[in-house]
């Protein structure tokens, strides 16, 4: 049973572009949440979403960043004309959805560089 | 701000030896979780405890949990090299997972 994944695991990308980060979350889970970690931080939450719905967009920045889950394919963190500030590695984790603060499982994690 | 806080930020212990790490909570939960994180990777999840148990064992580690003091603590037993990482608690109000900073711990051979 394959867990959680992520990709790219690494990605770099210049000032003022689009990154793009995928999460597919484990088999029977229909949960999927965000969480960015800064250098020497913890996780703090960005966005929760189940399928085709966003439930929980209190961590997301205002601007440029946007997450979805379809119905088909994996989850995406969409962040537009990228700044150094969000250079981080970016979490996602899922669960089967039957309860709140269930066990939430996390994928390996995408580390963006914003040169 | 932030739901829990670990304490001590830094733990350093030989082999063998006994390591603790205690969190502190703001608000009411469901349940306190423990994740172990290795240096660049994801996080593991080790241990839930739920709001109505005080003890919790599985293998090596043993968590407990004092609603009225809104604390929990991971003690992890007969430390090996390979239990080096940062160990942090999550809880919340809601279902979003709200973290601290970490304990780190550092295992010598």
């Known amino acids: 049973n394959a867990g959680v994944m992520q990709n790219p695991r690494h990605l770099v990308r210049r000032r003022g572009q689009e990154a793009r980060l995928r999460c597919s979350p484990m088999k029977g889970h229909s949960h999927v949440y965000w969480y960015r970690q800064l250098p020497e931080e913890g996780l703090k939450f960005m966005v929760y979403l189940q399928k085709e719905n966003i439930i929980d967009e209190s961590g997301m920045p205002k601007e440029r960043f946007s997450a979805e889950f379809p119905k088909e394919g994996p989850s995406i963190l969409r962040i537009q004309q990228v700044v150094r500030g969000d250079s981080a590695a970016y979490f996602c984790?899922?669960?089967?959805?039957?309860?709140?603060?269930?066990?939430?499982?996390f994928g390996p994690g995408t580390r963006l560089l914003v040169l | 701000s932030q739901q829990g806080e670990e304490d001590p930020q830094a733990l350093s212990i030989q082999e063998g030896e006994n390591a603790t790490m205690n969190c502190s909570y703001k608000t009411s939960i469901n349940n306190l979780q423990w994740y172990r994180q290795n240096s660049g990777r994801g996080l593991v999840h080790l241990i839930l405890i739920r709001s109505n148990e005080r003890e919790k064992h599985s293998g090596r580690l043993r968590v407990t949990l004092d609603t009225s003091k809104k604390s929990s603590s991971l003690l992890i037993t007969a430390s090996r090299a390979a239990d080096t990482a940062s160990y942090f608690c999550a809880t919340g109000p809601g279902t979003a997972l709200i973290f601290g900073k970490g304990t780190t711990l550092s295992v010598s051979s």
């Open positions: 984790a899922s669960s089967p959805g039957t309860g709140s603060q269930e066990t939430q499982y």
